[in-house]
C-alpha cells in the first residue's frame, strides 16, 4: 500500500478515535484510556496489513483500507419479529448486538444460576471496571495485528461474561451480533471477555448476521481466559450477508489441565478472517480447534490458527474443513508452535477441503515450529474433489448421483459436529450447515 | 426369459483388456460361483455389473430381466435388483448407518413403485437385521462402515443386501479376511435371503466359502474368459490342483 492510501484511511480513522474518545464508556479511567490509546498508536503504525506479510500473504485487505467505514452510531434498531428466525432455542440467555452495542430490549436476560454472570461490557466499565483490569487487553495480541490493534482502540461494548470458581452452566450463552441492512457501510468492533474460573464449565455462541444487504465491516475480538481445569466450548457463527466484511480473533489463554473447545462456521461474508489464537500456559491442558467453511459465489474464507505450547503435557487438535464452489477462495493457516518448556506436547492439525468447481482456490499452510525436544506433532492438508469410490457406493445403493453428491457432501460438512460437546448448539449448527449449503444458489448450486 | 444373460463381455480399464469374452446364464433361484486366480477378472465383472463407470464395455451384451444392463447408471441398475456386495466397502464418515440406508431403501423402493418407509417403520427392521447378523445396535448412528472391522464391514454388506431385497445378490470376496465365526454369520444371512425368485453370484478365491454357501453352478475364470463350470465338486477339485490345472484343461470354457 502507497504511503498516501495509508495516510489517507489513518486521517479518517484518526478523526473517528477522536470522536468517539470524548464520549466512549470509562473514558476517566487511566488504564482504559491508555489501553485504547496504545491500540490506536499501534493501528496507525501498523497499518492494514498487506499481501506482502507473510501472515497475509493470501488474504488482501484492499477493500477495507480503501473502503469508507464510519463507526456505527446507536440509531435504528431491528423489529422483534426480525431477529426470530435467528435466535437460538435452550440459550441460558441471548444478549443482543446492533452495531456492536448491546440492546437490552431485544435481548432474553433471565436470572442466571449463581456464579454466573453475562452482560454489556460498556455496562460491566461503567459500574464495576476493577473487575475487568486483571483482563482486558491483557491477552490479545494487538501489538502484532492491526485489527486487534483497531479494535482495542474502539474497545467499549461486547458481551462480558463470567462464570465463578466451580460454577456450571448447562445451556449455552447465546451472543447475536447483529448487523442492519443500510446504504452506507458502518464498522463496529464488538470486544468480548470470557473469564471462566477454576473449576467452571460454560458454552459461548457468538453468531454474526445480517438482517438485509449489507456490506458493514465488523471487526470483533475475543479474550477467554479459561481457569484452572475450567471446561469451555466456544462457537463462532459467520452468516453475514455475502457483501459483508467479518475479520474475528479469538484468543484462548488456559490454564492448568482446562480444556477448551472453539468451534467455527464460517458461511456468510465477503472477506472474513477468522484467527484463533490459544496459548497453553498451564501444564495438562487440552485444546480443540475445529471448523468448517464453505463460501460460494466470491467469498474468501481465510482461517489463521495459532496454538502455542508454552507448558509441558499440554494436547491440541485442529481440523478445519473447507468446502469451495464457483471463485469462492479459502485460507487454512494453522501455526503449532512447541515452546522449549513443554515437553510431551500432542498436536495434530488436519486441513481437507473440497472444490467443487474449477475456479474455486484453496491455500493451506499448516506450519509446525518445535523448540522441545520430546512431542509428537502431526500435520496434514489434502484438497480433493468427491471421492469417486464413495460416490459409486451410494449410487450402488440406489441414490441417485445428485443424492449421493449431496449426502457425502453434508457427510464431509457435517464431520465438525460429531466434535461439538453442547447437544443443542450442535443442533443449530446442523441446520444452519443444511441450510448454507443447499440454499438455491449456494456453495453446492453446481449439484443441484 | 433367464434373469441375467451375459453374452460375449469384454471391457477394459485404462486400455488395459480385463473381460475378454465372457458367457454366463443364471436363473433366478440359482447360486453361482465364481472362482479364479489374482486378476482373472473376478472383481471386474462384479463391478461391470454393479455398473461401475470406470469399466470400459468394448463388446457384448447383458439383459437383466430382459433389459439392457449395459445402458443402466448404477443406481438404476440398483432399482432394477442388481446388489453388490464390495469387496472392500467405502468408509464414508458422517453419515449414519441408519440414515444411508433408509435413504437407499427409498430410493429403491420409489424405483419399485413401493411406497417409502418412514423411520417409525424402518428402525424395527433395521434392529432384527442387525440381530440376526450379531452385530452391535450402536451400529445404528455410528458412521458408514468408519472404523468397523473387516468383519463387520462384511456383515454390513449383508445386512444392506437383506434390508434391498434385491433380484440378483454379487457377494465380491465377502469372505477374504474374515474368521471362521464372522464367515457363518455372513454365510447365514446370505442362505436366509435364498429364494426361488432370487439369484446369488458369490465370487471367492477359497473354496471355504462354499461348504457354508453351497453353490448349483461353480465357474472358472482365467485371464477374463471362463475356462470351466460344473458342479459344487468342482471348487473341491480347485482346492486339490489349483487353477494352473483347471485353466489347462479348458481354453474354451463350457456353459453353465
Known amino acids: 500500500m502507497s504511503a498516501i492510501s495509508a495516510s489517507a484511511y489513518l486521517q479518517a480513522y484518526l478523526a473517528g478515535f477522536g470522536e468517539f474518545e470524548k464520549l466512549a464508556a470509562g473514558r476517566d479511567l487511566p488504564w482504559l484510556h491508555a489501553l485504547r490509546g496504545d491500540g490506536f498508536a499501534r493501528f496507525c503504525e501498523a497499518g492494514f496489513p498487506t499481501t506482502r506479510e507473510e501472515d497475509w500473504r493470501f488474504t488482501s485487505v484492499a477493500a477495507i483500507a480503501q473502503g469508507s467505514f464510519p463507526l456505527a452510531r446507536p440509531g435504528a434498531m431491528p423489529s422483534p419479529s426480525q431477529l426470530e428466525g435467528w435466535r437460538m432455542k435452550d440459550a441460558a440467555c441471548e444478549l443482543v448486538f446492533v452495531g456492536g452495542r448491546f440492546a437490552p430490549a431485544l435481548s432474553r436476560m433471565p436470572e442466571l444460576p449463581a456464579g454466573v454472570q453475562a452482560g454489556s461490557l460498556a455496562a460491566q466499565i461503567a459500574e464495576n471496571p476493577a473487575s475487568l483490569e486483571p483482563f482486558l487487553g491483557r491477552y490479545l495480541d494487538f501489538r502484532r495485528d492491526a485489527f486487534c490493534a483497531l479494535n482495542t482502540a474502539f474497545l467499549e461494548d461486547g458481551a462480558y461474561v463470567r462464570i465463578g470458581r466451580g460454577a456450571v452452566l448447562e445451556r449455552p450463552v447465546h451472543l447475536l451480533f447483529v448487523s442492519l441492512a443500510g446504504a452506507e457501510p458502518q464498522m463496529s468492533n464488538p470486544r468480548n471477555l470470557v473469564v471462566a474460573e477454576e473449576n467452571s464449565q460454560a458454552a459461548i455462541v457468538e453468531d454474526y448476521v445480517s438482517l438485509g444487504p449489507s456490506a458493514d465491516f465488523c471487526n470483533t475480538a475475543t479474550e477467554l481466559v479459561a481457569g484452572d481445569n475450567a471446561v469451555v466450548s466456544h462457537y463462532l457463527l459467520e452468516r453475514e450477508d455475502t457483501q459483508a466484511f467479518n475479520f474475528s480473533t479469538l484468543r484462548i489463554e488456559q490454564g492448568r489441565d482446562s480444556s477448551v473447545a472453539s468451534h467455527s462456521l464460517l458461511l456468510g461474508g465477503a472477506i472474513v478472517r477468522n484467527n484463533v489464537h490459544a496459548v497453553l500456559a498451564g501444564q495438562g491442558g487440552e485444546c480443540l480447534i475445529n471448523g468448517l467453511f464453505a463460501g460460494y459465489g466470491r467469498q474468501h474464507l481465510d482461517n489463521y490458527m495459532r496454538v502455542e505450547h508454552a507448558r509441558p503435557h499440554c494436547s491440541s487438535r485442529q481440523f478445519y474443513n473447507g468446502i469451495l464452489g464457483d471463485h469462492a477462495r479459502g485460507v487454512f493457516h494453522g501455526r503449532i508452535i512447541v515452546h522449549p518448556d513443554a515437553q510431551k506436547t500432542d498436536a495434530k492439525q488436519t486441513n481437507r477441503n473440497l472444490l467443487l468447481s474449477d475456479d474455486a482456490q484453496i491455500d493451506t499452510k499448516p506450519q509446525l515450529e518445535i523448540y522441545a525436544d520430546d512431542v509428537k506433532c502431526t500435520h496434514g492438508a489434502t484438497i480433493g474433489q468427491i471421492e469417486p469410490d464413495a460416490l459409486f457406493y451410494l449410487r450402488s445403493r440406489g441414490l441417485d448421483e445428485q443424492a449421493a453428491r449431496r449426502m457425502l457432501l453434508l457427510a464431509f460438512a457435517s464431520e465438525c459436529l460429531d466434535r461439538m460437546r453442547e447437544e443443542s448448539v450442535r443442533g443449530h449448527v446442523d441446520a444452519m450447515i443444511r441450510q448454507g449449503l443447499f440454499a438455491p444458489g449456494g456453495a453446492t448450486k453446481e449439484l443441484l | ?256
Open chain 2, 1 to 256: 426369459m433367464s434373469l441375467l444373460e451375459i453374452r460375449n463381455l469384454h471391457a477394459e480399464v485404462d486400455g488395459h483388456p480385463i473381460l475378454q469374452g465372457i458367457d454366463l446364464t443364471i436363473e433366478a433361484g440359482q447360486v453361482h460361483s465364481i472362482m479364479g486366480p489374482n486378476g482373472s477378472g473376478k472383481s471386474t465383472l462384479a463391478q461391470v455389473l454393479a455398473r461401475h463407470e470406470t469399466y470400459a464395455v468394448t463388446g457384448g451384451q447383458i439383459l437383466f430381466n430382459g433389459k439392457d444392463l449395459l445402458a443402466m447408471k448404477p443406481e438404476e441398475a440398483a432399482g432394477e435388483g442388481i446388489f453388490l456386495a464390495f469387496q472392500y466397502p467405502v468408509e464414508i464418515p458422517g453419515i449414519t448407518n441408519a440414515y444411508f440406508l433408509r435413504s437407499a431403501l427409498n430410493a429403491v423402493r420409489r424405483c419399485r413403485q413401493l411406497d417409502e418407509i418412514d423411520a417409525m417403520d424402518f428402525l424395527p427392521l433395521f434392529r432384527e437385521k442387525l440381530k440376526q447378523l450379531e452385530m452391535d445396535e450402536k451400529l445404528l448412528n455410528r458412521s458408514l462402515n468408519e472404523g468397523f472391522s473387516g468383519g463387520e464391514k462384511k456383515r454390513n454388506e449383508i445386512l444392506q443386501m437383506s434390508m434391498l431385497e434385491p433380484k440378483l445378490a454379487i457377494l465380491d470376496e465377502t469372505d477374504s479376511g474374515l474368521d471362521i465365526d464372522a464367515l457363518r454369520i455372513v454365510a447365514g444371512g446370505v442362505n436366509a435371503m435364498r429364494d426361488p425368485g432370487r439369484a446369488f453370484i458369490v465370487v471367492t478365491h477359497y473354496q471355504r466359502l462354499l461348504n457354508y454357501i453351497v453353490p448349483d453352478f461353480v465357474h472358472v475364470l482365467v485371464n477374463g474368459r471362463i475356462v470351466r463350470s460344473g458342479g459344487p465338486e468342482l471348487a473341491l477339485e480347485l482346492e486339490e490342483t489349483g487353477y494352473a490345472m483347471a485353466g489347462a484343461g479348458s481354453e474354451s470354457g463350457e456353459r453353465a
